[in-house]
């Protein structure tokens, strides 16, 4: 069992920037690939970044390429996300998630945090 909590959501304008974190607590954080995703309501959860176990492998959706950063820290067993020039379509409740093996599909992810909402205003 893996337990985590998101935080660093808020309300920001267009152009800013939030960094989200995720701590992690329960089984060996270091043994899991780690995920962002995010939704809105109405809308089916979308990936939007990976970091393999060790942190070297990263992916990310084509919508935040070269605005957000997925990274993590192994001895302090957390999980970030800078997200920089946000725009108002990157409003929604961004989740962490963890799996044993690199995904970038919603429904392999076996453990969630509850959430942490993210509002950019124009």
């Known amino acids: 069992q893996v337990q985590l909590v998101e935080s660093g959501g808020g309300l920001v304008q267009t152009g800013g920037s939030l960094r989200l974190s995720c701590a992690a607590s329960?089984?060996?954080?270091?043994?899991?690939?780690m995920g962002w995703f995010r939704q809105t309501p109405g809308k089916d959860r979308e990936f939007v970044a990976v970091?393999?176990?060790?942190?070297?492998?990263?992916s990310y959706a084509d919508s935040v390429k070269g605005r957000f950063t997925i990274s993590r820290d192994n001895a302090k067993n957390a999980l970030y996300l800078q997200m920089n020039s946000l725009k108002p379509e990157d409003t929604a409740i961004y989740y962490c998630a963890a799996h044993v093996v690199y995904s970038v599909r919603v429904n392999d992810y076996q453990y969630w945090g509850q959430g942490t909402q993210v509002t950019v205003s124009s």
């Open positions: 329960g089984r060996t954080f270091s043994a899991y690939c």
């Open positions: 970091t393999s176990a060790s942190g070297v492998t990263t």
